[in-house]
């Protein structure tokens, strides 16, 4: 049983345009949501994160939703660029440097 | 800044052999989480140690072993390796309660 649910899979977005990635998860008790961002042979590597007192953190082009009522988060990716091309994953811990359950995982491709 | 160090980058090995993987956390970081990710599948947590006792235990088979020593590495050690095996493996560490994990960049294992 996936603990959480990532869609889409697989996203093509123009350049400048905006990538969104949404995540829900069951477990009440996830109190930490980060996002990683994983280019290939590489290890992921932590983008953004928010915890559940919060309903949106920015962090330059990148942005966290989060709607605790519908145990859902997103990540919206402005003006999205090729170099964003990589493979992201949502992920949920209790405590924040606790073991991660990731999400399946959506390869992003930002088209020139 | 340091970052996770994990050795080898790439291993190949035959079925029934043995691999022993090493992981070097950042420095002051006293945890350490062993993932494997399979081709296209998100990471799938395997074993976590904090302070060179294990603190919680994932999908790990029976055949794999872990320990952290007292310098705070890490080594995985799996026995009788069969061809599902292959996979990436990633160490990541954290200081508990304090930051959140950051990944090193794998360990391929082909298993033939």
């Known amino acids: 049983q996936q603990q959480v649910k990532q869609s889409p899979q697989s996203l093509i977005v123009q350049k400048g345009g905006i990538s969104i990635i949404n995540c829900a998860y069951e477990n009440t008790a996830f109190d930490y949501f980060p996002w990683y961002q994983q280019f290939p042979g590489k290890g992921p590597a932590l983008l953004i994160a928010?915890?559940?007192?919060?309903s949106e953190k920015k962090e330059g082009r990148f942005t966290i939703s989060f709607n605790k009522s519908a145990k859902q988060f997103s990540l919206h990716i402005m003006d999205s660029q090729p170099g964003d091309s990589a493979t992201y994953f949502c992920?949920?811990?209790?405590?924040?440097?606790?073991?991660?359950?990731f999400g399946k995982g959506t390869k992003l491709t930002v088209n020139p | 800044a340091a970052g996770v160090i994990q050795s080898p980058r790439h291993l190949i090995k035959e079925k029934r052999e043995t691999a022993t993987l090493k992981c070097y956390p950042i420095p002051r970081h006293d945890t350490v989480y062993w993932y494997q990710q399979g081709p296209g599948q998100d990471p799938q947590f395997l074993i976590s140690f904090y302070e060179k006792m294990q603190s919680d235990k994932g999908s790990i088979p029976d055949r794999f072993s872990a320990q952290q020593f007292s310098d705070y590495h890490s080594e995985l050690n799996m026995s009788s390796l069969e061809l599902g095996d292959s996979a990436l493996y990633f160490c990541a560490s954290s200081r508990r309660g304090e930051s959140p994990l950051h990944f090193g960049n794998g360990t391929r294992l082909t298993v033939t």
């Open positions: 928010i915890r559940p007192d919060v």
């Open positions: 992920a949920a811990s209790i405590g924040g440097s606790e073991k991660l359950v």
